[in-house]
C-alpha cells in the first residue's frame, strides 16, 4: 500500500491529477477482496491490481472517464454471466469499485499523503479514510499516535479489516493501511536467511535476533527491517513484545529454543511458531508442563511450525512458515 500511496503523491506534487481505483467490498468467489487498489491517470493503469480481467479493464476505462470529469464515482461488477452486464467472468461474485479522483490543486491533500506516509514509514498502526461525493474528495487517517486527521468517523469504523458505508449521499471508506505488529525471528541461519525476504513484500516488519553478530550484517539479511545482537536467554533486555507481535523461534540449538519458549510463552505475543520436528515437539511439550505451563498455554506454541506442504528445503519451510503468518494475521 505505500507504494500506492507514494505514486498517488508524486503524481499530485508533478501537477498531475490521478484516480484512486478501490475495491470496498466484495462477495462470493472474486479475484481481490476490498482493500484491493490501483491507480489510474490519463494514459491508463500506472501501478497495482484490483484481480485482472475484464472487471479491470473495465475499471481502468471508467477511472479514466472519471478523471476526464473530475469527479468521483462508484459501480458494482457481477462476476459472473447476467442478463444486465455480461463480463464475460465465471468467477460467480461480485465486487463493488470505489473511483476517487484527486485534484493536483489540492494541496493539503499532499500533506496528508505525507504524514500517512510517515505513519507507515515508522511502522505505527494506521488507517487511510476517504469520504467522497459526486464532486469532493477527501482525504484523511488515523493513527494512535496522530488520532484522527482531515477528517474524523465514528471509532468503530476503525477495524482490521476495510469498511465501506454511506450516510446521506456521502460514501466513506476506512482502511487498515499499516500494522504496528513485527515478527522476531530468532536465530539467524539458514531459514532465517529465506524467511526474511519472503516476508518483506507482505508488509511484515522482520527483525532478526541473534547472540552471534557474525549472521546480523546487512549483507546476510538485506530485508530485514532490524538486526538485534543479544543474550537468547534475556530477551527482554533489548525488545518489548507486545500482544501484535509474532515470534519464531529457529536457533542453533534445542536449549535456546526451549529458553525462548519459556520467555515467549510469558509474554503477550500473538504468535509463536518454533521449528522442530515431531519427537523435538512431544519432549518440549513434556518440559514445559513441568515448567509450569498448562495445556491451555502450549495451545498457543505452533510446533511445529508452519503449514503442512511437505516442505523440505528452507525456501520451502520459508513459505509455509510465511503462508502460516499470513493466515495468522488475517484471523
Given at each position: 500500500m ?23 467490498s ?14 489510474v ?66 494541496t ?51 477495524q482490521?479489516t ?9 460514501t ?30 507482505l ?15 546487512p ?10 545482537v ?5 530477551i ?69 511450525i ?25 484471523h
Amino acid at each position: 500500500m505505500i507504494k500506492i500511496l507514494e505514486t498517488l503523491l508524486a503524481n499530485l506534487q508533478a501537477q498531475r491529477d490521478i484516480v484512486l481505483v478501490t475495491v470496498t467490498s466484495s462477495a462470493g468467489s472474486a479475484p481481490r477482496g476490498a482493500g484491493a487498489h490501483m491507480l489510474v491517470g490519463t494514459d491508463g493503469a500506472l501501478l497495482g491490481t484490483i484481480g485482472g480481467g475484464r472487471a479491470e479493464y473495465e475499471s481502468e476505462k471508467l477511472a479514466q472517464k472519471y478523471l476526464q470529469q473530475q469527479r468521483n464515482g462508484s459501480k458494482k461488477f457481477i462476476l459472473a454471466p447476467n442478463d444486465v452486464e455480461d463480463l464475460g467472468m465465471i468467477c460467480g461474485g461480485r465486487i463493488e469499485v470505489l473511483f476517487t479522483y484527486f485534484d493536483h490543486t489540492e494541496t493539503t491533500i499532499c500533506t496528508l499523503l505525507q504524514q500517512i506516509i510517515e505513519q507507515m514509514t515508522q511502522h505505527h498502526a494506521a488507517w487511510l479514510l476517504l469520504q467522497s461525493d459526486q464532486t469532493e474528495t477527501k482525504l484523511g487517517f488515523y493513527s494512535r499516535e496522530t488520532k484522527f486527521v482531515g477528517f474524523e468517523v465514528a471509532l468503530d469504523k476503525i477495524q482490521k479489516t476495510p469498511q465501506f458505508w454511506q450516510e446521506k449521499q456521502t460514501t466513506l471508506y476506512a482502511e487498515p493501511i499499516s500494522q504496528s505488529g513485527k515478527v522476531y525471528i530468532f536465530g539467524g541461519g539458514h531459514v532465517a536467511q529465506a524467511l526474511a525476504p519472503v516476508l518483506k513484500p507482505l508488509d511484515f516488519y522482520t527483525i532478526i535476533y541473534d547472540n552471534r553478530p557474525k549472521f546480523l550484517t546487512p549483507e546476510v539479511f538485506p530485508t530485514a527491517d532490524e538486526l538485534i545482537v543479544g543474550n537468547l536467554d534475556q530477551i527482554e533486555e533489548h525488545i518489548k513484545l507486545n500482544v501484535e507481535d509474532y515470534a519464531i523461534v529457529m536457533t542453533r540449538g534445542h536449549k535456546s529454543d526451549f529458553s525462548l519458549e519459556v520467555q515467549l510463552l510469558n509474554s503477550p505475543i500473538t504468535y509463536l511458531g518454533v521449528i522442530g520436528s515431531k519427537h523435538k515437539t512431544a519432549l518440549h511439550h513434556r518440559l514445559l508442563k513441568e515448567k509450569g505451563f498448562s495445556d491451555e498455554d502450549l495451545k498457543r506454541l505452533t510446533m511445529p511450525i508452519g503449514i503442512e506442504i511437505a516442505a523440505e528445503t528452507p525456501a520451502e519451510i520459508a513459505v509455509s512458515i510465511a503462508a502460516q503468518l499470513i493466515q495468522s494475521r488475517a484471523h
